[in-house]
């Protein structure tokens, strides 16, 4: 039997329509629901009635919980509080009382689900770290685990070690020997990696998992979100700029013109008259288009507001304004792009960092980092070979920021708490400024989303060996500790003249293997 297991759908009606699609094609013989079917999205109505159709197992989430009134809100944040208030208002006392019935935990044959870990379902703790799945299987005698409440898919790992561990989501065969507790990822709500919707099915015959990652319209959500008088979260934005497509040309007008409704004399006689009375009060003109909404007219207002505070900076730039810190231009992309996995690490010096490309793209981009230029006016840059080793070359006209940096880098299933951090620029004179390396590290948040804690900066102004042109490098290593789930490299530089960066490695650091 192929049986979906799916979770957090949050009444984002339209990934859940979207994955409904995709189990259609898939000829899904069984849904799973792992709870939080409510909470945060536009349509917790709609889909609420869908889910009570075709799902044959749903699950009790926190969101669940609170918005039946089986839980308190005082650990959620203002967003999801406000959401679960909303909902709760919106649902009928049916729904109320058949999410207040649902169960914590299903079992299936060989294996179980919840919504959170096992040992204390009712507590609703997070399955983040690869140590977190440790309760839940001493709660269970099961080989194979399903929870949702993180938002992050993947799969953690136990065998004949001890030692858990944590993989990336992908299509696997169950062995013997190994326990397994997988997270599907979100449907409606996919706050995490590259914010698609995530589900996962399970062939109890061939004893297979299969991930499915589905990209949902952002745009139709982001529209329904605001249609309710809900506000949408960055990473909402993120994804809804990523999946935007530019005009190729002007937009037409391919519909019929329709002719103007006759007047009616009577009521031309009447207008001037009609205008210059006032109106009763609280009653709109029968002939004005109606009054904005207060949230219409908010919005308006912070357009006009934020589009004043650009125009003005832009403004500051262009005159050469120094009152102030220099700030950064948008970044590019606008988006924090999806993190990379660092697992497995074979060979042991992989680079964890992403390529510099050989070449600018058709755009005139660097594809596979993010960065970010003060004024580029005054600003150029380009990539090429420089002694056979790929080279970002930034050529700054006057003193001005530049900022580069890569995606965040997860390092589950690494065990890693070391790495080595190696680069080499070269400042061709004339040069003025400074260069510093930084690797940036993150905790993970009990929802599951990366929080920087640390930065390690390494300035480069100093070299162990000649260079052809004056310039610095750096190798060092780098100690994380056993709470550091992700990281990035972060390049910051504030000068006048040229700057050639070379590709810079982000290795693995074995203290055994010190020298």
């Given at each position: 039997?192929?049986?979906?297991?799916?979770?957090?759908?949050?009444?984002?009606?339209?990934?859940?329509?979207?994955?409904?699609?995709?189990?259609?094609?898939?000829?899904?013989?069984?849904?799973?629901?792992?709870?939080?079917?409510?909470?945060?999205?536009?349509?917790?109505?709609?889909?609420?009635?869908?889910?009570?159709?075709?799902?044959?197992?749903?699950?009790?989430?926190?969101?669940?919980?609170?918005?039946?009134?089986?839980?308190?809100?005082?650990?959620?944040?203002?967003?999801?509080?406000?959401?679960?208030?909303?909902?709760?208002?919106?649902?009928?006392?049916?729904?109320?009382?058949?999410?207040?019935?649902?169960?914590?935990?299903?079992?299936?044959?060989?294996?179980?689900?919840?919504?959170?870990?096992?040992?204390?379902?009712?507590?609703?703790?997070?399955?983040?770290?690869?140590?977190?799945?440790?309760?839940?299987?001493?709660?269970?005698?099961?080989?194979?685990?399903?929870?949702?409440?993180?938002?992050?898919?993947?799969?953690?790992?136990?065998?004949?070690?001890?030692?858990?561990?944590?993989?990336?989501?992908?299509?696997?065969?169950?062995?013997?020997?190994?326990?397994?507790?997988?997270?599907?990822?979100?449907?409606?709500?996919?706050?995490?990696?590259?914010?698609?919707?995530?589900?996962?099915?399970?062939?109890?015959?061939?004893?297979?998992?299969?991930?499915?990652?589905?990209?949902?319209?952002?745009?139709?959500?982001?529209?329904?979100m605001h249609g309710v008088g809900l506000d949408d979260d960055p990473w909402v934005q993120q994804k809804a700029a990523q999946q935007h497509l530019p005009a190729l040309r002007e937009s037409p007008k391919f519909g019929k013109i329709q002719p103007a409704a006759p007047r009616d004399a009577r009521a031309a006689d009447a207008a001037p008259a009609a205008v210059a009375a006032p109106a009763a009060a609280g009653a709109p003109s029968p002939t004005a288009p109606p009054p904005p909404s207060r949230r219409g007219s908010l919005l308006a207002w912070g357009a006009l507001i934020v589009g004043a505070l650009l125009a003005s900076g832009l403004a500051a730039f262009r005159a050469g304004r120094t009152h102030g810190p220099p700030q950064l231009a948008l970044s590019v992309p606008p988006y924090d792009p999806p993190s990379l996995a660092a697992y497995p690490l074979v060979p042991p010096d992989k680079n964890l960092l992403p390529l510099l490309p050989p070449a600018l793209d058709g755009g005139g981009r660097l594809e596979g980092w993010r960065y970010a230029f003060e004024d580029r006016s005054r600003q150029t840059f380009s990539t090429g070979l420089r002694d056979g080793k790929t080279t970002l070359r930034i050529i700054n006209a006057a003193a001005c920021k530049a900022q580069v940096e890569s995606p965040l880098i997860n390092l589950a299933g690494t065990g890693l708490h070391a790495v080595r951090l190696r680069g080499r620029v070269r400042k061709p004179e004339p040069f003025s400024g400074t260069v510093f390396y930084q690797v940036v590290l993150y905790t993970t948040t009990p929802d599951g989303m990366p929080r920087q804690v640390a930065v390690k900066p390494f300035e480069m102004r100093s070299a162990k060996r000649k260079l052809s042109t004056p310039g610095a490098e750096r190798d060092v290593a780098i100690d994380l500790g056993r709470q550091i789930t992700h990281l990035r490299l972060r390049i910051e530089a504030d000068f006048a003249g040229t700057l050639e960066i070379e590709q810079p490695f982000l290795t693995a650091d074995r203290k055994e293997n010190r020298p």
């Open positions: 039997m192929r049986i979906a297991i799916v979770s957090d759908l949050h009444a984002n009606l339209t990934a859940w329509q979207t994955v409904l699609a995709d189990l259609a094609d898939l000829k899904a013989e069984q849904i799973i629901c792992l709870g939080d079917v409510v909470g945060y999205g536009p349509h917790p109505v709609e889909l609420l009635e869908s889910v009570y159709s075709v799902v044959n197992v749903t699950l009790m989430g926190n969101h669940d919980a609170a918005v039946c009134g089986r839980l308190p809100t005082d650990t959620f944040t203002p967003r999801a509080a406000a959401a679960v208030a909303r909902h709760r208002e919106l649902l009928a006392p049916a729904a109320l009382e058949w999410l207040a019935q649902l169960p914590l935990t299903h079992e299936g044959p060989g294996f179980r689900c919840a919504h959170s870990e096992f040992s204390q379902p009712a507590v609703f703790r997070y399955v983040v770290a690869p140590e977190d799945a440790l309760p839940s299987w001493s709660a269970t005698p099961e080989q194979l685990l399903f929870v949702g409440h993180s938002h992050l898919p993947g799969i953690y790992v136990i065998g004949e070690s001890g030692v858990p561990h944590f993989v990336e989501p992908f299509d696997f065969e169950l062995e013997a020997g190994k326990r397994y507790l997988i997270n599907p990822g979100s449907v409606g709500y996919p706050r995490v990696g590259d914010r698609r919707s995530s589900y996962c099915i399970y062939d109890d015959v061939s004893r297979s998992i299969l991930f499915r990652q589905l990209p949902f319209d952002t745009a139709s959500y982001r529209a329904a």
